[in-house]
């Protein structure tokens, strides 16, 4: 099946400084990648969408300011958690589609804890 | 936009008996429900999913039924056994240039040995 990869698995920085989490496709090409964010013993909550070439759409709550996404190359797709603060403490996961013909699979990364001091 | 709610939160059942997870959803344009599953510490993967086209389908112990009309989708798991204790989330998606995806809060479901 498609591989996702994403980088760090774990970091602990301290408040105010920036994050860069990485997502990658490692065997196919994916033009849409999604973050999601997940609270202990909690859902997937989607933040947003990153499309190839433009801009991310985010939901409704995500400060698009915080949490940049850039989606630079078809197997790649960053999340940068700019200023963090203890309360962007979280394990974020990254997800693919391999956008083959009517398959909504995503293709889930090993996510990333993030631990703000 | 969309919403889905799932129960029960937890679930408990003997080894060998059957488990039922529900879900409903709010936008009646979704059109692919999909079911994934995460082991402790493991990244969240495809269980079996169905389309709005198709009220029901199996994949040998796991099961699938969707009611469009009542926007209820629901996971049968039947002769659970021990490795199927895990979270267990429900999905909604609709296809308009890319399936963006809206979970449910999950079910952690033990099976006792």
């Known amino acids: 099946g498609a591989v996702v990869s994403q980088h760090p698995s774990w970091v602990i920085c301290k408040s105010g400084t920036s994050v860069k989490i990485e997502c990658r496709s490692l065997d196919f090409q994916a033009t849409t990648m999604f973050w999601y964010r997940q609270f202990p013993k909690q859902s997937l909550m989607l933040m947003a969408t990153?499309?190839?070439?433009?801009?991310?759409?985010?939901e409704q709550g995500v400060e698009k300011d915080k949490f940049l996404i850039n989606h630079a190359s078809l197997t790649l797709s960053t999340l940068t958690v700019t200023s963090a603060h203890p309360e962007d403490s979280s394990f974020y996961i990254c997800?693919?589609?391999?956008?083959?013909?009517?398959?909504?699979?995503?293709?889930f990364g090993e996510g990333s804890r993030l631990t703000v001091l | 936009g969309e919403n889905v709610e799932q129960h029960p939160s937890t679930l408990s059942v003997q080894e060998g008996d059957s488990a039922v997870i529900k879900c409903t959803y709010s936008d009646s344009a979704s059109n692919y429900f999909p079911w994934y599953k995460q082991e402790l510490g493991k990244r969240p993967q495809l269980i079996i999913d169905?389309?709005?086209?198709?009220g029901e389908k199996k994949d040998q112990r796991i099961a699938v039924t969707l009611n469009k009309t009542a926007k209820h989708f629901s996971l049968h798991i039947t002769e659970t056994q021990p490795e199927d204790s895990a979270v267990y989330f429900c999905?909604?998606?609709?296809?308009?240039?890319?399936?963006?995806?809206?979970f449910g809060a999950g079910t952690r479901l033990f099976v006792k040995a």
């Open positions: 997800s693919a589609q391999t956008g083959g013909a009517f398959t909504g699979e995503l293709f």
């Open positions: 990153s499309n190839e070439g433009s801009k991310a759409t985010y």
């Open positions: 169905i389309r709005s086209n198709v």
């Open positions: 999905a909604a998606s609709m296809d308009t240039g890319g399936f963006k995806t809206i």
